[in-house]
């Protein structure tokens, strides 16, 4: 599997950048005021979000772009950034509610944003068992298509959320009074970090899936060249 | 350091999740990678086993 060169450089790199955040994350950083250190949570929660965005807007992408040149590497690519982008939605919303219950006092509410991203999960999901439960067929490839675009409109909803309606959750980069709402510099850069790393990850992962979706490719031409060499031995051994 | 249990939980969950997905893929990837080698190995006998037929058919002609 690390057989490419540029998947095991990127799989390195990522692995230095977790490590960079997770040490300014816990040491470097210094602890919010009203919160506490409960609020480091948000320098991962963060970056989570942000891969889940990019890899369904990918998605969204890698489906106009195979309804339109019909090539199988835009299937494959929506394909793997969609299954992607459901593991780190399911961490958004995992880590998210781990950070309510001490601040908010509830493990969930029905709040705006988090009902959009709940709503973005389970669109998500529906696109992935459709890919699992179907065969691997282009009406099928052109059906996720349309529905990786059409849920991946969400993701605006989601993001604008908490400008649009009432809300409790913070507005994380740019408050409604056009301040970022990281009181400290150190704050800002540890967060950055954070995100590189994540789009670091997110592309390996995708490399790693993309890869082994050309393998399974392969087997399944493999698959069917043997059922038709069989076929046609069997037909040998029936006639002579 | 009230409230850590909550850090300790969102953090371990992150790597959990994400060590579980990277093993998920690489187990499937061997998998696969053993079924092609199979299948390979059985397509290699099954072009061996088709001329020996044609060969069998043409001696007893």
Redesign the interface.
């Known amino acids: 599997m690390m057989k490419n060169k540029a998947t095991a450089v990127l799989g390195w790199a990522t692995l230095i950048m977790m490590l960079t955040a997770i040490y300014m994350v816990f040491e470097w950083v210094p602890t919010e005021e009203d919160q506490g250190i409960v609020q480091r949570i948000f320098y991962f929660h963060v970056p989570c979000a942000w891969v889940a965005f990019a890899a369904f807007g990918l998605v969204a992408i890698a489906g106009v772009f195979y309804l339109w040149l019909k090539e199988q590497l835009f299937d494959d690519l929506g394909y793997a950034a969609a299954e992607i982008g459901m593991v780190f939605c399911t961490l958004v919303l995992i880590t998210g509610s781990l950070w309510a219950k001490p601040i908010w006092g509830v493990w969930w509410t029905w709040d705006s944003r988090l009902t959009t991203t709940f709503i973005l999960w389970l669109l998500y999901g529906g696109y992935l068992m459709l890919r699992a439960m179907a065969d691997d067929t282009p009406e099928v490839a052109r059906f996720g298509a349309v529905i990786g675009i059409v849920a991946a409109l969400d993701v605006p909803v989601v993001i604008l959320s908490v400008r649009l309606w009432r809300t409790i959750h913070p507005a994380v980069l740019v408050t409604r009074a056009g301040e970022h709402g990281l009181e400290d510099p150190r704050m800002v850069i540890t967060l950055l970090v954070a995100i590189a790393a994540f789009t670091a990850l997110f592309a390996w992962l995708l490399m790693l899936r993309l890869s082994q979706l050309r393998t399974r490719s392969r087997l399944l031409i493999i698959r069917r060249d043997a059922a038709l060499i069989e076929a046609a031995a069997q037909e040998y051994a029936g006639n002579y | 350091?009230?409230?850590?249990n909550?850090?300790f939980?969102?953090?371990s969950?992150?790597f959990i999740?994400?060590f579980a997905?990277?093993v998920f893929?690489?187990r499937?990837?061997?998998r696969?990678?053993i079924?092609?080698r199979a299948?390979?190995e059985?397509?290699k006998q099954?072009?061996a086993?088709?001329p020996s037929?044609?060969a069998?058919?043409a001696a007893?002609k």
């Open positions: 350091m009230e409230h850590f909550y850090l939980a969102a953090y969950i992150i999740v994400i997905y990277i893929i690489w499937r990837q061997a696969m990678e079924e092609i299948m390979e059985r397509l099954l072009k086993e088709v037929a044609e069998k058919s007893q």
